[in-house]
């Protein structure tokens, strides 16, 4: 199993609603401060911080995904997932999941495959 494998992600239409989950290793998940976060990428443009949950379980957010998409995890099964609705296009991206701060392997930040997300018109 991979340090952090993101899946859910999809083609889905404006308005529509999807969930990201991000399967996480034992050890991954069940580190120091267990903060965990959501990033996305579009096409040529930097990855952006879309939201985060802490150990206790507070959650932050972006304002562009504020009241639209919710953050939580199940330690249980070592996941953290993004509900995300209301899409729109500006939602379209490469969705990451990562620790806070994020995972290192050999000294270089570690980031998973991520889960594509379409949301057309």
């Known amino acids: 199993q991979g340090h952090l494998v993101e899946s859910g992600g999809g083609l889905v239409q404006t308005g529509g609603s999807l969930r990201l989950s991000c399967a996480a290793s034992r050890s991954t998940f069940s580190s120091a401060t267990n903060t965990m976060a959501w990033y996305r990428r579009t096409p040529g443009k930097q990855r952006d911080w879309v939201a985060t949950?802490?150990?206790?379980?507070?959650?932050t957010y972006a304002d562009s995904v504020k009241n639209r998409f919710i953050i939580f995890k199940d330690n249980a099964k070592n996941t953290l997932y993004l509900q995300m609705s209301s899409l729109n296009a500006e939602d379209t991206a490469v969705y990451y999941c990562?620790?806070?701060?994020?995972?290192?392997?050999?000294?270089?930040?570690?980031w998973g495959q991520g889960t594509p997300v379409t949301v057309s018109s």
């Open positions: 949950v802490t150990e206790s379980g507070h959650t």
């Open positions: 990562n620790t806070v701060p994020p995972l290192r392997i050999n000294g270089q930040v570690y």
